[in-house]
């Protein structure tokens, strides 16, 4: 057989794809699996969004403006203006997804055995990116004990080599919750802007800001055009997953002009996908409201439940609808995987992320799990019902004795 690239064969798996199949067989026995693993939301779809690509008259499906058309990109600076941010149309690309513009970003910047310096836990596919650009991922590590700040600067400083291009992070965190401070913001940005590296922040969930707490977004520190790259995406914001349309946004014009030949090489995002993003732009900021109240509380009562079980540990989340938990066990993988195998409670279990694909860091993050909190508030009172109980089996049963032996 002809052999597949070292780089193939190093690409990440989705640290869930390997539960998958015991999720099947879960749901074919007959058990209903509660999914708290996955971001995707359950949250409806702006209807301006749905309606606009019912109700167009296209009859070409043609290609796109490589970039995304001139109306679309003003529109979004409009969104950003809204929310005290001055860009033009022009520092906008956009692209097919987040996904898309991290991929293309990692690309215009960074050769083969450059670093990007990341604080882990984080969203598993920056490993797969940079994998793809043969780049390496230089983790700093942020402890669930100051519940996932921003790692001192001075551990950054010294993670930085000849070979680092640029700093990501993802402001609220996809794993953690995390919300970075306007100080943390200020400290990066001080930090590449004295050793000349990129700042990338991935701002996918700027609309997903808790307790009435405030997003600050690298794009309004002044004096970093040449070095601040936004990613941003419509997936989350307006729960559109499936439109794929995302976008960069930087004010130096090198590196756009860099990214656009990316661009063209794919040639267009999706022509429908573009038309719900646009008319999206419409939604009035009561479904904001209302979608935000409604993670809050679903946030308020899985975090409530969480910490009722012993042993257990959980910083509650300030962004995004995700959070990382700390159990009394030794292997979150082995766990995750007993739940769908061998346990159920009155005919349910959990299917939840172990937390170890989140960290480049080996052995860090074991006894971790995350949680999403994409769904209604009975159901994750269930879903943390069954992880208590389950958990009292698992550490005291029989059942599972194969698999805490697996774990020594
Ligand atoms: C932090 C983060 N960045 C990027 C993405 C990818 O977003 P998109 O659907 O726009 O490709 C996700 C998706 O879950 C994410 O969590």
């Known amino acids: 057989m002809p052999a597949i690239s070292n780089k193939g064969l190093s690409m990440p798996e989705s640290p869930i794809r390997k539960l998958v199949p015991f999720a099947d067989n879960a749901k074919q026995k007959g058990i209903n699996v509660i999914h708290l693993n996955i971001g995707q939301p359950d949250i409806k779809t702006p209807q301006v969004a749905l309606d606009a690509v019912k109700n167009n008259d296209i009859s070409i499906l043609s290609y796109a403006k490589t970039e995304g058309s001139y109306n679309y990109r003003e529109k979004l600076a409009h969104y950003y203006l809204k929310n005290n941010i001055t860009i033009n149309a022009d520092d906008i690309l956009v692209t097919t997804g987040a996904s898309e513009a991290l991929s293309f970003v990692i690309g215009s910047i960074a050769d083969q055995y450059d670093e990007i310096i990341i604080p882990e836990p984080f ?8 994998t793809a650009f043969g780049v390496t991922v230089i983790p700093i590590v942020s402890k669930i004990e100051t519940g996932f700040a921003l790692p001192s600067i001075i551990e950054f400083e010294k993670a930085i080599t000849k070979k680092t291009k640029a700093i990501l992070i993802c402001n609220p965190n996809n794993p ?6 306007k ?4 400290q990066l940005a001080h930090l590449v802007k004295k050793h000349d590296l990129f700042l990338i922040v991935d701002e996918v969930y700027r ?3 808790y307790d009435g707490k405030e997003h600050y977004s690298v794009l309004k520190e002044s004096n970093l055009e040449e070095n601040a790259i936004v990613i941003d995406s419509v997936s989350k914001r307006y729960s559109m997953c499936g439109a794929r349309i995302g976008c960069v946004i930087t004010k130096n014009q090198i590196l756009r002009n860099t990214i656009l030949k990316f661009m063209q090489a794919r040639l267009s995002p999706p022509t429908y996908a573009l038309i719900a993003s646009e008319a999206a732009l419409d939604t009035p900021q009561s479904y904001f409201d209302d979608v935000i109240e409604e993670y809050a509380s679903r946030r308020n009562i899985l ?9 257990v540990t959980v910083v509650n989340p300030q962004g995004a609808f995700y959070c990382i938990v700390s159990l009394p066990i030794k292997n979150s993988d082995t766990f995750a995987q007993w739940l769908l195998e061998n346990y159920s409670l009155e005919n349910e279990t959990i299917m939840v992320a172990p937390a170890g694909g989140f960290y480049a860091t080996e ?7 995350r949680i999403a909190y994409v769904l209604e508030k009975e159901i994750l009172k269930r879903a943390v019902r069954i ?3 389950a958990l009292n089996t698992y550490i005291l049963n029989e059942h599972s004795k194969e698999y805490i032996l697996k774990e020594i």
Do not use: M, P, V
């Open 183 to 186: 100080k943390e913001i200020k």
């Open 207 to 209: 609309e997903f800001i």
């Open 363 to 369: 052995n860090l993050g074991n006894n971790q799990i």
């Open 123 to 130: 969203y598993a596919n920056y490993n797969s990116f940079s």
């Open 303 to 311: 975090i409530t439940e969480l910490n009722k079980i012993n042993e």
């Open 387 to 389: 992880l208590r109980e």
């Open 176 to 181: 953690t919750g995390y919300l970075y401070s």
